[in-house]
């Protein structure tokens, strides 16, 4: 092995960093699990249960929003079918788009206060599905 110069270095790094694919949001279904994972920000995170559906996932660099697991998903679509009709579209074909997941977690719940964490949370994720057209297969619920 030997040594490179410095500028036949640089461009070996930069030849390696270019076929790097861009980072895309990331939204996948375990069956198995019965959850979704959604990941918009590539930062390393720490994660904070939110309520009984979603566990947010916070960048350990800003403290932002960057992620959610969300559990139960099969429960929660047949629960928001039975007690919210006006939601059986959104649910009803096997493809449930995240963001109208958290939409129907933040109007069930009752006890959100305006300074209630999961007041501004909920939409921060809301958007991020969003904007990456977070989708996932979960089946007919």
Same mark, same amino acid.
């Given at each position: #092995?030997? $040594?490179?110069?410095?500028? *036949?270095?640089?461009? *070996?790094? #930069?030849?390696?960093?270019?076929? *790097?694919?861009?980072?895309?949001?990331?939204?996948?279904?375990?069956?198995?699990?019965?959850?979704?994972? /959604?990941?918009?920000?590539?930062?390393? /995170?720490? $994660?904070?249960?939110?309520?009984?559906? +979603?566990?947010?996932?916070?960048?350990?660099?800003?403290?932002?929003?960057?992620? &959610?697991?969300?559990?139960?998903?099969?429960?929660?679509?047949?629960?928001?079918? *039975?007690? &919210?009709?006006?939601?059986?579209?959104?649910?009803?074909?096997?493809?449930?788009?995240?963001?109208?997941?958290?939409?129907?977690?933040?109007?069930?719940?009752?006890?959100?206060?305006?300074?209630?964490? $999961?007041?501004?949370?909920?939409?921060?994720? #809301?958007?991020?599905?969003?904007? &990456?057209? $977070?989708?996932?297969? +979960?089946? +007919?619920?």
């Amino acid at each position: #092995m030997r $040594a490179l110069p410095n500028d *036949e270095f640089a461009r *070996e790094v #930069m030849r390696i960093a270019r076929t *790097e694919e861009p980072f895309q949001p990331r939204f996948d279904y375990d069956p198995d699990g019965d959850c979704i994972e /959604f990941v918009f920000q590539p930062d390393p /995170f720490y $994660a904070e249960r939110l309520d009984d559906l +979603v566990t947010v996932y916070y960048s350990q660099e800003t403290g932002e929003v960057i992620g &959610s697991l969300i559990k139960g998903v099969r429960g929660f679509c047949k629960r928001v079918l *039975e007690t &919210s009709p006006g939601f059986r579209i959104v649910f009803d074909d096997g493809r449930v788009k995240l963001e109208h997941i958290f939409l129907a977690q933040l109007l069930s719940r009752k006890d959100i206060r305006p300074d209630d964490l $999961a007041s501004v949370t909920y939409p921060k994720l #809301m958007r991020a599905a969003e904007e &990456s057209d $977070a989708q996932a297969e +979960v089946g +007919v619920c």
